[in-house]
């Protein structure tokens, strides 16, 4: 924020050149290897370790998050992000030393502002987040697939157990299976994310209600499929609170 200020300060002073280009660089130039080592050192972390790729992974990796981008994603990995490392983000020192101003390097910067634990919770958030949206997606539409194949028969049976038997039974797991189809359609595209997971929330809900009612024995079941519900009902929460990307 320092750097970005004191050249707008610079050049809203009476007398200041104008149409001059001035990079907003730091004094020293680090490789991606050095700024994760900085980073991780700020963050009071030990040495990350080094992994080398081949170059179609990373090839693949890419078109992977240009393929999640299509769902209203902003996935850090993408082709776009590969250009820019292929490129470097390097400028050019002069501009700033020419009005006198001595930008700060990472090193100073990070000692100056010490880590606390809301950045460290940040990023080991931000690796968590994408797993997050992934499961419960993959959850919810595989669940409709599980009901509408080959777990049609026992889901029938449950029904006929509470009473609901024929047409009754069957337009009820129906409804069911492709209101999971859509509840995981729509967590996973970005513009409908929130009211999925509002949605997934509130038929948990539901589910638990009708399954006491008709099912009762479920809560008794050692697989706990009862049980369950609630951790799945909290990490749709939590998947609630690291939505937001800005």
């Not at 790729?53 to 090839?59: A, D, K, R």
């Not at 209203?72 to 009005?99: C, F, N």
């Not at 809900?205 to 024995?217: H, M």
Request: charge should be positive; proline fraction near 7%; charged fraction near 15%.
């Amino acid at each position: 924020m320092r750097t970005s200020f004191e050249p707008c300060k610079h050049f809203l002073q009476s007398g200041a050149p104008t149409r001059t280009v001035v990079e907003l660089v730091g004094p020293h130039r680090h490789s991606f290897l050095e700024v994760i080592a900085l980073i991780r050192g700020w963050y009071r972390w030990p040495p990350a370790h080094e992994i080398r790729l081949p170059n179609f992974v990373s090839i693949v990796m890419y078109k992977f998050g240009d393929m999640i981008s299509l769902l209203g994603w902003r996935p850090p990995v993408r082709s776009t992000a590969e250009r820019e490392i292929r490129r470097g983000a390097v400028g050019d020192l002069e501009g700033m030393q020419r009005l006198g101003l001595r930008p700060r390097g990472l090193p100073e910067f990070f000692a100056s502002e010490p880590a606390s634990v809301q950045e460290r919770w940040f990023a080991r958030m931000y690796l968590l987040k994408p797993a997050i949206f992934i499961v419960l997606s993959l959850f919810w539409i595989s669940t409709a697939f599980v009901s509408l194949g080959p777990g049609w028969g026992y889901g029938m049976g449950l029904m006929g157990e509470g009473g609901v038997e024929g047409a009754s039974a069957a337009l009820t797991v129906i409804a069911g299976a492709l209101s999971d189809l859509v509840i995981g359609l729509a967590i996973a595209y970005r513009p409908t994310s929130r009211y999925g997971l509002y949605a997934a929330i509130a038929i948990s809900f539901t589910y638990a209600i009708i399954g006491t009612i008709l099912v009762p024995r479920l809560w008794a079941d050692p697989l706990g499929p009862m049980l369950k519900i609630w951790p799945i009902i909290i990490l749709h929460f939590v998947g609630l609170a690291v939505l937001d990307d800005r």
